[in-house]
């Protein structure tokens, strides 16, 4: 992994999406890939890093907390977070997030589309996360759009047309097309799946067919099973904010 700071200050706060990927990275895979320290330096900036600062700095993410084995993204302790991590660094790592300028960019998109098709904020951020780590410019190697990694021809049933302007992918390059479109595909994957969070997961990164061949349960591929373990640990890692 690469070495990262993160810094804001009361006033500022800057962010390289790449920097919000490894924090989250941090927390949504099978097991916590790095430790991760929290520093004030002299300016007053509040800054995380993944490289050992030293005396001033203070560990908010353990990786391997002492008296813990690793275990596994989906292996959740009794409080319903991600198994290993402790609700201070918990809390941090929910406020590495939400300090992010990529993420609240969105984040009225991103309450406007959770209101209007009834998907919980917090999964449709988490999914978001996951995706893209809110960088509206991303595009997978599969051609998947934006912010919530959307194929065209997913876009296109729900209207997202080409025109002389601009093509389907181009479209989806607006964040609050973006957002609708995978928002109200997420929706209706809740409903065909009667409300079970994981299947529709599985069913919005495979298709809904791959799901419906497994007999309703996610499939057994490894990405798949990979992506809703992510989703979901960021999912209860974001429910555990207060206020």
Known sequence: MRAFVLGYSKNVRRQASCC???????VSCGQAQADVWKVIDENGMVQFTNEPPGKKGQLVIESNPSGS??????????SGRPSGLPDASAH????????????????????????????????LKAVVATESAFNSKAVSNKGAVGLMQIMPATAQRYGVQADRGASVSAKLADPDLNI?????????LLRLFGGQTELALAAYNAGEGAVARAGNRIPNYKETQTYVQRVMSVYRLLQTRTG
């Open 20 to 26: 919000l990927g490894l924090v989250l990275g941090c």
């Open 69 to 78: 084995s690793q275990q596994s993204g989906n292996q959740l302790a009794a």
């Open 92 to 123: 941090t790592t929910v406020a590495v997030i939400n300090a992010s300028p990529a993420y609240q960019a969105v984040h009225g998109s991103l309450s406007a589309a959770s209101q209007s098709f009834g998907v919980d904020y917090d999964l």
């Open 180 to 188: 609708q479109t995978g928002t109200r595909y997420l929706a209706d």
